[in-house]
């Protein structure tokens, strides 16, 4: 196999230049920032869902869906999910970048 000139971060890079592969990498991040507090908390979906009294299935589709669906995760269902993996909720409004500066 070659070898790439290019590193995984430069590749990343110039992928996210593409503002639809960036929306779809920004959802994703929601996803995993899910998944990641899952997996580093050390708990299967099965034990998520038994401390948050829900089923497997709707653990795994918070985890994979997130807000793509029509039906985006209450605040309360976040927060338990939070709680059931050892983490709290935090709420941040950050502003937007316009040309890399912030708009108000």
Partial sequence: MAKSKYTYEQLKAI???DPATKQA??????EFDLLKARIH???TQDE???IMHTSKSA???????????K???SLET???????VGYELKIQLIPKLK???ISH
């Fill in 15 to 17: 992928a996210l230049e």
């Fill in 25 to 30: 990498y920004d959802q994703m991040e929601y």
């Fill in 41 to 43: 908390a050390g708990k």
């Fill in 48 to 50: 998520v869902a038994e």
């Fill in 59 to 69: 653990v795994s589709r918070l985890e994979n869906n997130g807000g793509k669906t």
């Fill in 71 to 73: 039906h985006s995760p």
């Fill in 78 to 84: 976040l927060r338990r999910y939070a709680e059931a």
């Fill in 99 to 101: 040309g890399g500066v």
